[in-house]
């Protein structure tokens, strides 16, 4: 019997549903942000599986959660795959989630058909991916590639000011796991399942999105400061409006921006006005700006005016520009990105070669070992919001081809 052979489809959706209730939210997606109670029991619940099947858990210093299965040759370099439990707060069911519970189904599947591998393979649930609650995103992957120092990652703080170090100790007290001796490597390859989170797949009735790379992006955060006075009373030429000046670096921005081939993303997800108060003239906007495009030399055309920009529309405000991440473009290892390829065609799945729009952990991963991905389509391409939905089938197909392809990669 094949490792694909073994997937079960009915289990994989029952995993979902499982999770899904961690977190649930009123309109059907979830809310499970990094290191919150909500990803304390999706922590938990995955270690009971584990453990149920005999597979060996442990955690890192960043609190990554590694689930292993052994392989014949036990100090071999193992194979990865996985993706994140941590979601948007208005997020779905499946961002994330599925390339955990799609690598568990292969382990699963593997033991239940005795099918042993050389090298072991684990499933990671790298922390916090989507940088929402934390606001350095792929954090847990970045950390583990080296890519990013621990002491910098630990210190980030949410918007209640609480640290990640703070927070991650919390979620050890609550849920505890042996712990690695060291953090990263080596890695013998990884290969991340995904929703597509985009419309291609399904507009070309498509199964598999065989990812041939994730285009680079930068966050900033953006610090404008004026002065409180009072609504009623303060003349015009007497105010430094915080939100006046705000608005006119966005529009700004937007300018700069602009892109006739609409390649270019940049988005001001998060907008915070300070005091808050009806009638007090804004002192304070702190904001978030959200940069890609597949270009490293775009990237660092515009990014690099960003602050120029800002300061040029000031109005009489000081505005401070920090970026927060920069990870450039990324191309996956042509070994990789052939094998998914092969093990799609062998399924008999229809399939295309894409890049990826969103950010992935595969990205960081990508600079310590060959690595890869696999897309299942996302209905309408909604993402990002908890209407995201996908089929029991599609998420099956994608972890058959999983399955083929981190076998073949552990037998190597
Ligand atoms: C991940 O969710 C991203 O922002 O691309
Ligand atoms: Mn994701
Ligand atoms: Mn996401």
């Given at each position: 019997?094949?490792?694909?052979?073994?997937?079960?489809?009915?289990?994989?959706?029952?995993?979902?549903?499982e999770?899904?209730r961690?977190?649930?939210?009123?309109?059907?997606?979830?809310?499970?942000?990094?290191?919150?109670?909500?990803?304390?029991?999706?922590?938990?619940?995955?270690?009971?599986?584990a453990?149920?099947?005999?597979?060996?858990?442990?955690t890192?210093?960043?609190?990554?959660?590694?689930?292993?299965?052994?392989?014949?040759?036990?100090?071999?370099?193992?194979?990865?795959?996985g993706?994140?439990?941590?979601?948007?707060?208005?997020?779905?069911?499946?961002d994330?989630?599925?390339?955990?519970?799609a690598?568990?189904?292969?382990?699963?599947?593997?033991?239940?058909a005795?099918?042993?591998?050389?090298?072991?393979?684990?499933v990671?649930?790298?922390?916090?991916?989507?940088?929402?609650?934390?606001?350095?995103?792929?954090?847990?992957?970045?950390?583990?590639?080296?890519?990013?120092?621990?002491?910098?990652?630990?210190?980030?703080?949410?918007p209640?000011?609480t640290?990640?170090?703070?927070?991650?100790a919390e979620?050890?007290?609550?849920?505890?796991?042996?712990?690695?001796?060291?953090?990263?490597?080596p890695?013998?390859?990884?290969?991340?399942?995904?929703?597509?989170?985009?419309?291609?797949l399904?507009?070309?009735?498509?199964?598999?999105?065989?990812?041939?790379?994730?285009?680079?992006?930068?966050?900033?955060?953006?610090?404008?400061?004026?002065?409180?006075?009072?609504?009623?009373?303060?003349?015009?030429?007497?105010?430094?409006?915080?939100?006046?000046?705000?608005?006119?670096?966005?529009?700004?921005?937007?300018?700069?921006?602009?892109?006739?081939?609409?390649?270019v993303?940049?988005?001001?997800?998060?907008?915070?006005?300070?005091?808050?108060?009806?009638?007090?003239?804004?002192?304070?906007?702190y904001?978030?700006?959200?940069?890609?495009?597949?270009?490293?030399?775009v990237?660092?055309?515009?990014?690099?005016?960003?602050?120029?920009v800002?300061?040029?529309?000031?109005?009489?405000?000081?505005?401070?520009?920090?970026?927060l991440?920069?990870?450039?473009?990324?191309?996956f290892?042509?070994?990789?990105?052939?094998?998914?390829?092969?093990?799609?065609?062998?399924?008999?799945?229809?399939?295309?070669?894409?890049?990826?729009?969103?950010?992935?952990?595969a990205?960081?991963?990508?600079?310590?070992?060959?690595?890869g991905?696999?897309?299942?389509?996302?209905?309408?391409?909604?993402?990002?919001?908890?209407?995201?939905?996908?089929?029991?089938?599609?998420?099956?197909?994608?972890?058959?081809?999983?399955?083929?392809?981190?076998?073949?990669?552990?037998?190597?």
């Amino acid at each position: 019997m094949t490792a694909s052979a073994a997937v079960r489809e009915a289990r994989l959706w029952q995993r979902h549903a499982e999770m899904a209730r961690l977190g649930a939210t009123a309109k059907g997606g979830v809310n499970r942000q990094a290191l919150s109670a909500e990803d304390v029991a999706a922590r938990k619940l995955l270690a009971s599986w584990a453990q149920a099947r005999g597979f060996a858990v442990s955690t890192d210093a960043i609190g990554n959660l590694f689930v292993r299965r052994a392989g014949e040759q036990h100090d071999a370099a193992p194979v990865m795959t996985g993706s994140h439990m941590d979601s948007q707060p208005t997020g779905g069911r499946f961002d994330g989630i599925y390339g955990v519970l799609a690598g568990f189904e292969v382990l699963e599947a593997l033991e239940d058909a005795g099918i042993r591998t050389r090298r072991p393979l684990e499933v990671v649930a790298w922390m916090n991916e989507e940088g929402s609650r934390f606001p350095v995103g792929a954090m847990g992957s970045a950390v583990f590639a080296g890519r990013l120092a621990l002491d910098k990652a630990l210190a980030v703080r949410d918007p209640k000011g609480t640290t990640v170090a703070a927070a991650l100790a919390e979620t050890m007290a609550a849920a505890p796991v042996a712990r690695r001796a060291r953090i990263g490597g080596p890695v013998a390859a990884y290969v991340e399942a995904h929703i597509e989170q985009g419309p291609r797949l399904e507009a070309d009735c498509r199964t598999i999105g065989v990812v041939t790379g994730i285009q680079g992006s930068r966050r900033y955060a953006v610090e404008v400061t004026g002065e409180e006075a009072h609504a009623g009373t303060t003349p015009r030429a007497a105010r430094k409006d915080a939100l006046s000046a705000a608005v006119a670096v966005v529009a700004a921005l937007e300018t700069l921006m602009e892109d006739p081939t609409d390649t270019v993303r940049f988005t001001v997800g998060r907008f915070e006005v300070f005091p808050g108060s009806p009638n007090t003239v804004p002192g304070r906007v702190y904001f978030t700006i959200d940069f890609r495009h597949p270009d490293q030399a775009v990237l660092e055309a515009r990014g690099g005016r960003i602050a120029a920009v800002a300061a040029a529309h000031a109005r009489g405000c000081t505005v401070s520009v920090s970026q927060l991440t920069d990870v450039p473009p990324t191309v996956f290892a042509p070994s990789i990105v052939d094998l998914v390829r092969d093990c799609t065609a062998g399924l008999g799945l229809p399939y295309m070669d894409m890049p990826s729009g969103a950010g992935h952990d595969a990205m960081h991963i990508a600079t310590l070992c060959p690595a890869g991905m696999i897309f299942v389509p996302c209905e309408r391409g909604i993402s990002h919001n908890e209407a995201e939905n996908a089929t029991p089938a599609d998420l099956a197909a994608g972890c058959r081809v999983l399955a083929d392809a981190l076998t073949t990669l552990a037998n190597r």
